[in-house]
């Protein structure tokens, strides 16, 4: 018997541990066809924002293979099935940054230091010109206690640059929660 995603915020989990789920993957060729730039998406609350931005990564995400978990949905179907697993793909909530100051900008520095994490491997072999910048936006990332956001634009960016350096695709990033700090 399936069990109702109360609470759950990842596709994957969603699929993997056997929830209901309505199948909106046909948003993925809905959002390559538009082919814009930059996608906001505003809908009230409650209404599967997290799920779908998580579902979206997943499908996209260069570093996973997701085909399994979309196995029997209807983007499977389409020809936009040959864009999974095809981008670099960044993902960031902003869901926990909450409370004071500190603790908003800890947050988001932490969250986009899990990013640079998981793409660690594009950061070896910097040459002479990146390699101060990555250890000065290091610094500015590791510094969760400071309160300050100057940097956080540049961290992101340089880990975009990179990963389209080292992919030669582009980048999707996906931020969710973005209005909560």
């Known amino acids: 018997m399936k069990k109702i995603p ?25 959002f390559l066809e538009i082919g814009s730039e930059v996608t906001l998406v505003t ?12 579902m979206m990564s997943e499908f996209f995400d260069i570093t996973k293979d997701s ?3 979309f196995k029997g949905t209807k983007i499977m179907d389409t020809p936009y099935v040959s864009e999974i697993n095809q981008y670099p793909t960044i993902f960031i909530s902003f869901a926990d940054a ?7 900008v ?3 520095k932490m969250q986009i230091l899990k990013q640079w994490k998981k793409y660690k491997y594009i950061f070896k072999g910097l040459d002479e010109f990146d390699l101060p910048i990555y250890q000065s936006l290091l610094k500015i990332l ?23 350096d080292y992919y030669h695709k582009e980048v999707m990033v996906f931020i969710d929660e973005y209005d909560t700090p």
């Open 67 to 69: 085909k399994e978990i």
């Open 6 to 30: 109360t609470g759950i915020k990842s596709f994957s989990k969603l699929k993997e541990e056997n929830y209901y789920f309505v199948d909106k993957t046909l948003m993925i060729k809905d």
């Open 98 to 104: 909450k409370r004071d100051k500190v603790a908003v």
């Open 142 to 164: 590791t510094q969760t206690e400071d309160g300050s956001l100057v940097g956080i634009n540049d961290a992101i960016a340089f880990l975009m640059d990179k990963l389209q």
């Open 43 to 54: 809908r009230p609350r409650r209404f599967g924002k997290t799920i779908n931005m998580s």
């Open 106 to 108: 800890s947050t988001i």
